[in-house]
């Protein structure tokens, strides 16, 4: 009998070299959560914080490749669904019921999603120019086009910053003709500083960490308006986008950052997720303006006694 368990597990680890040889040969080997190649898609909108992960994600872990394409939130939907090669999105929405069970039909399991951080979106005024307080109310007059001032968004549609614009503020409603769309928030950012009363709308992490060099020097050009607070108790409240208006409720315009990852075993998608989740990820989400969503790191008060 033991002669027999002994062959069985034998000839069991022979089929597995033998099969990890035919993966390597046919250049299919499987990925781990620190190694190996996979494609994501990412809402152009978070691109200055994303490419900062994933570089300090490729330092930690030489052999694992991380392919990244920015585009439009519905482009990157458009992949998670249509593209086999793409195993992850990173986006301003988690799953709808129906696509659940779309994936379940297609894939047999549910994809992982969640909050990792929460962004907001940044409403940017010339440096001129002489009116950057808005209430809720004439934010939804400038982009019905009531008023009549030159909006310019990372286009007019098919963007996360635009559908939670549309569906937030305006309930589905059209843009005004004012409404103009440029291609990526780097573009509105030029837009803004080249016509003084034009009013752009980009993510926070755009022009909200002080840190980036490029960034840095946009804000001696531009201003970040001040929003109306519509949960605050204090009346005529108005705060700009931050990370401490976004964590303690007082910017209007916060949105979350989800990943969406169609993976169904402990593979290189897992050990990003696992990245953005803890620590160090988190850190990188803090250090570029935006509020961690896995983990606090508010300062508390101590007292030290001799």
Avoid at 38 to 63: L, Y
Avoid at 178 to 207: P, Q, R, S
Avoid at 221 to 227: F, G, Q, S, T
Avoid at 289 to 294: D, F, I, S, V, W
Wanted: charged share 25%; glycine share 6%.
């Amino acid at each position: 009998m033991k002669k027999v368990v002994i062959f069985l597990f034998f000839g069991l680890f022979l089929w597995l070299v033998s099969c990890k040889t035919k993966q390597q040969q046919n250049g299919e080997e499987t990925d781990t959560p620190s190694k190996g190649t996979i494609n994501i898609s990412v809402d152009e909108s978070f691109k200055p914080v994303m490419e900062q992960q994933i570089k300090v994600f490729h330092s930690s872990f030489p052999d694992a490749h991380i392919l990244a394409t920015y585009k439009s939130e519905v482009d990157c939907f458009k992949d998670l669904e249509n593209n086999d090669s793409t195993r992850m999105v990173i986006v301003g929405r988690g799953l709808s019921k129906e696509e659940i069970t779309f994936f379940k039909n297609k894939l047999f399991f549910k994809p992982q999603f969640s909050t990792i951080a929460y962004d907001a979106i940044a409403i940017i005024v010339n440096i001129k120019a002489k009116d950057s307080v808005f209430t809720l109310s004439d934010i939804k007059d400038l982009l019905s086009g009531k008023k009549g001032k030159t909006i310019i968004m990372d286009g007019n549609n098919a963007t996360s910053s635009v559908r939670f614009l549309r569906d937030s503020l305006l309930m589905g409603a059209p843009f005004g003709k004012n409404v103009v769309g440029v291609k990526g928030n780097d573009a509105v950012i030029d837009a803004v500083i080249k016509k003084e009363d034009a009013i752009g709308f980009v993510g926070l992490n755009w022009v909200g960490n002080v840190n980036e060099p490029k960034q840095k020097d946009d804000l001696k050009k531009i201003r970040l308006a001040l929003v109306e607070c519509v949960k605050c108790t204090e009346k005529n409240f108005f705060a700009k986008p931050s990370q401490a208006s976004i964590t303690f409720g007082e910017y209007p315009l916060a949105r979350p950052v989800y990943y969406i990852l169609k993976e169904n075993a402990a593979a290189l998608g897992t050990g990003f997720v696992n990245f953005l989740s803890l620590e160090r990820g988190q850190l990188i989400f803090r250090r570029s303006g935006l509020a961690p969503g896995k983990m606090d790191f508010r300062a508390r008060a101590t007292k030290i006694t001799e």
